[in-house]
C-alpha cells in the first residue's frame, strides 16, 4: 500500500467515525463503541483487499465479507456509501421512520452481502459459501468479521470446527477484539482467552496485528492464506469506541446514546485528528 | 416414506449439479447413496443444526440448492433463528426435509415428536410448508419442492406408512388432492395420519354418510378454493392434523373459512391437546390416545350431521 493509499484509507477511517457519530445521534440509537472500533480496518479491506466493485455490487467473482456483528454496521454503511455502492445521503435515512437504512445491517441495500443482528450467523454462512466456492472451483474469497460478542455464540464454533475440519482456506475469519462487551470486559463475562490458541487448536492458521494501524491491516491480509490448506483467522486488537477519548474502553458505548453536546465534543475531537 | 424421498432426491442430484445435502450427523441408512455418489456435494456438520442451516445458507447463496435433512424438530426448532433470518430473510434456496413428523417417533418421547412445527414454520414469510400424506404425495412433492426457488419446509414420514392414494399423483404447490367425494361433510387431513381419516370416511361410507376426503399436502400456501369450495357443498367441514390444535392445519383452514365469509359452516379441528405428550406408545397408539384416531373423526364427522 503506497503512501497515496495510506492516506486515503486515514481519510477514509476519519469520514467513517464522522459519518457514525452524526448517524447515532440524529437516530438516538446506539453501538457507536463497536462502530469505532472497525473504523479503521474496514476502510483498507474495502479498498486494498477485497475484489469488489462499487459499480457492479453483485459481479460474480467478487470476495464474499460478512459483518457477523451487524449492530455495528453504520460503520460499513458509511465506508460503502463513500465508495459509492449507493448514494451518501442515504446515510441521512438511518434508523428513523421510512428509513433507507436500518440500525443492523441489510442485504437489501447495495453491497451488503448478507444480513446480520443477531450474533453467531455470519461465520456458518461463510463456512457455506466457502464449501461451495471449492467445490465449483471458484476462486473468490469469503470474509467474515466477527467479534466478542459474536465468539460467544455456540454456532461460531461450530463454523470455526467445520472450518478446521475441513480445511476451507478460502475463508478468512476477522476478529475485532476489543475485549469488551454489552455488559462488560470479556475476561469477566467470556473469556476467549487464548484466542489464538484456541483458534490453532482448532486447525486455523492465525496471525495477530493492531486493528487501527492500517498499514498493518494491510499487510496482515496481502498474502493470504496464511497456511495452503487452513482457514485463515486475523485477531485484530482494537480500543472499543477508538478516536473519542470518552468513548475509548468503556463499555458503557455500547449502547450508550449520544447527546448533541457529546457529539459536538467527538466531532471535535475526531476532526483535530487530521 | 424417507426411503422413498431420498431416491427421488438422488434421481434429481443426478441430473441436477446445483443439488447438495447438508447434513448435521443424521440420516443413518439412508444418506449413504447421496454421500457416495456426490462427496463433493455432501457435508456431515457434526451434531450442529445451527451450523448446519448456516452453511446450507451459504451454499444456496452461491448458486445452488441446499437440503437439510434430520429428526423431527432438529431442522426447525433447535436452529430456527438460522432458519428465519438466514434462510427466509435472504429467500435462499434451501429446502428443510424432517424425517418423523408429528409422533412417528412416539416411543423416543417428546423431545422426538414434531408436534408445534407446522404452525411454527407457517409462520415464517417466504416460507412453503408441504406434509405428504404418503408415498406418492412425497414423490410428487420432492420433485415439485426441487423445481421451485425458496425456502421450503418439507415434513416427511418416518418409514412403512400406508399408501392412501390408489397410485402415482400430480401435486403443485398451492394445491391439494382429493380422494373421494361426497357431499354430507368434508374431512381434510395433512400428513401420515390421514390413514385415519380415509378409514373413518371408508366406515362412514359403510353407514350411508358419504364424506369427501381432501389431503391438503400444501399447508402454505394452502388451497382456499378448495376450502371455501367445501364449505359451499358438503354439510361441515372437519380437519385432522398431527400437530398441536393451536396454529396448525385446522387453524389455517379455519382462517381461510373466516375470512372468506364462510365462518357459519359446521366446522372441527381434530388435532393434539395443547398437552406435552407424556404417554408412551407407537404412532398409531399415540394418536388414538390423543384423539386422532379412525374412530374420533367417525364421531366428529357424525357429530356434525347428525
Known amino acids: ?274 | 416414506m424417507r426411503k422413498a424421498f431420498n431416491k427421488e432426491l438422488l434421481e434429481i442430484a443426478k441430473k441436477d449439479p446445483r443439488v447438495f445435502m447438508i447434513l448435521a450427523d443424521i440420516g443413518y441408512g439412508e444418506i449413504e447413496d447421496f454421500a457416495n455418489t456426490f462427496p463433493d456435494r455432501f457435508i456431515n456438520c457434526g451434531v450442529a443444526e445451527q451450523n448446519m442451516t448456516g452453511v446450507a445458507c451459504g451454499v444456496a447463496m452461491e448458486g445452488n440448492i441446499a437440503i437439510t435433512y434430520s429428526i423431527a424438530n432438529f431442522p426447525t426448532l433447535r436452529c430456527l433463528e438460522q432458519v428465519r433470518n438466514d434462510v427466509c430473510y435472504h429467500n435462499a434456496n434451501v429446502k428443510i426435509i424432517i424425517i418423523g413428523g408429528g409422533m412417528a417417533y412416539g416411543e423416543l418421547g417428546i423431545s422426538h415428536h414434531s408436534t408445534e412445527d407446522i404452525a411454527i414454520m407457517r409462520s415464517l414469510p417466504n416460507m412453503v410448508v408441504l406434509a405428504p400424506c404418503d408415498i406418492p404425495e412425497a414423490v410428487a412433492l420432492t420433485r415439485e419442492m426441487m423445481k421451485y426457488e425458496g425456502p421450503v419446509y418439507f415434513r416427511c414420514g418416518y418409514k412403512g406408512e400406508p399408501d392412501i392414494h390408489s397410485g402415482p399423483i400430480e401435486a403443485k404447490i398451492g394445491g391439494s388432492a382429493q380422494i373421494r367425494d361426497g357431499k354430507d361433510a368434508t374431512v381434510f387431513f395433512a400428513g401420515t395420519v390421514g390413514i385415519n381419516a380415509k378409514k373413518a370416511v371408508e366406515q362412514l361410507a359403510a353407514e350411508g354418510i358419504n364424506c369427501r376426503l381432501v389431503s391438503l399436502y400444501s399447508i402454505k400456501p394452502i388451497d382456499k378454493e378448495a376450502i371455501i369450495r367445501a364449505a359451499k357443498e358438503t354439510g361441515g367441514i372437519v380437519v385432522l392434523e398431527e400437530h398441536n390444535i393451536d396454529g396448525g392445519v385446522g387453524s389455517a383452514v379455519a382462517e381461510v373459512l373466516m375470512d372468506s365469509g364462510n365462518g357459519n359452516v359446521p366446522f372441527k379441528r381434530l388435532a393434539m391437546p395443547d398437552v406435552n405428550a407424556t404417554k408412551v406408545g407407537c404412532q398409531a397408539w399415540m394418536r388414538e390416545q390423543y384423539g386422532l384416531g379412525t374412530a374420533d373423526v367417525i364421531n366428529a364427522v357424525k357429530n356434525m350431521v347428525k
Open chain 1, 1 to 274: 500500500m503506497n503512501s497515496q493509499a495510506l492516506q486515503f484509507c486515514a481519510e477514509l477511517a476519519q469520514k467513517t467515525r464522522i459519518h457514525c457519530l452524526k448517524m447515532v445521534n440524529k437516530g438516538k440509537s446506539g453501538h457507536i463503541g463497536s462502530m469505532l472500533s472497525m473504523a479503521d480496518m474496514l476502510p483498507v479491506i474495502y479498498t486494498q483487499i477485497l475484489n469488489v466493485d462499487p459499480k457492479d455490487p453483485k459481479k460474480a467473482d467478487r470476495d464474499r465479507f460478512i459483518l457477523s456483528k451487524g449492530h455495528g454496521g453504520a460503520a460499513l454503511l458509511s465506508v460503502l456509501a463513500e465508495l459509492g455502492f449507493f448514494p451518501l445521503d442515504w446515510l441521512d435515512q438511518y434508523y428513523c421512520d421510512n428509513g433507507k437504512l436500518s440500525g443492523h445491517i441489510s442485504h437489501h441495500i447495495p453491497g451488503v452481502e448478507f444480513s446480520t443482528g443477531s450474533l453467531g450467523h455470519g461465520l456458518p454462512v461463510a463456512c457455506g459459501m466457502a464449501m461451495a466456492a471449492k467445490q465449483a472451483g471458484k476462486k473468490h474469497r469469503i470474509f467474515c468479521l466477527s467479534s466478542d460478542g459474536d465468539l460467544n455464540e455456540g454456532s461460531s464454533w461450530e463454523a470455526i470446527m467445520l472450518a478446521g475440519q475441513h480445511h476451507y482456506d478460502n475463508l478468512i475469519m476477522l476478529v475485532d477484539y476489543n475485549r469488551l462487551q454489552a455488559l462488560g470486559k470479556s475476561k469477566d463475562i467470556i473469556d476467549l482467552e487464548s484466542l489464538s490458541e484456541k483458534l490453532k487448536l482448532f486447525g486455523w492458521a492465525v496471525r495477530e496485528a493492531d486493528g487501527h494501524d492500517q498499514m498493518a491491516v494491510y499487510e496482515s491480509l496481502r498474502d493470504l492464506p496464511l497456511v495452503n490448506g487452513k482457514p485463515t483467522a486475523v485477531i485484530y486488537h482494537t480500543v472499543k469506541g477508538k478516536g473519542v477519548s470518552f468513548m475509548e474502553n468503556e463499555y458503557k458505548w455500547h449502547y450508550g446514546g449520544l447527546t448533541d453536546e457529546l457529539l459536538a465534543e467527538a466531532l471535535k475531537e475526531v476532526e483535530a485528528a487530521k
